[in-house]
């Protein structure tokens, strides 16, 4: 068994202000554009991996500009997606919660049974879900 996943920074053809914009953002309840993330990033992905046909890839994305906005109790830059075709299989997800993920394998168990209350005026209660850090993780 393999203890080693490869890591790639993607980058995507739009700015941070771009992908932070609220018609993208998932959860913002007016947004228009709430599944364009996913085909911003599998885009991106596709580029970068340069996919041919017969190949098939399976990505999980962490979008790390995302952002909790507490103005407006909404997480920019964020969608929980995933799906695909035959040449890619991708899911994404927002970094609004990376502060509770564990960092190696020591870190596990701490990290979910951590019951420090999310503070929200700095960090997301991802759809009212993630009241603790060990919920967050979770998440």
């Known amino acids: 068994m393999k203890n080693e996943t490869k890591i790639h920074l993607v980058r995507a053809d739009k700015s941070t202000a771009e992908l932070r914009d609220l018609q ?3 959860q913002y309840g007016p947004a228009e554009k709430k599944g364009e993330l996913f ?3 599998s885009d991106a992905i596709r580029k970068h991996f340069n996919l041919r046909p017969g190949q098939r890839r399976y990505v999980a994305a962490l979008l790390i500009d995302s952002h909790w906005d507490p103005g407006l109790n909404t997480v920019r830059g964020h969608a929980a997606l995933g799906g695909g075709g035959d040449d890619l ?5 927002g970094s609004h919660a990376l502060q509770s993920y564990p960092s190696c394998i020591e870190e596990v168990v701490p990290a979910f049974m951590d019951c420090t209350k999310t503070n929200t005026k700095h960090v997301a209660n991802d759809c009212d879900e993630s009241g603790s850090s060990w919920e967050a993780a979770n998440i």
């Open 24 to 26: 993208y953002a998932q």
């Open 39 to 41: 085909s911003i990033t």
């Open 89 to 93: 299989q991708l899911a994404i997800f």
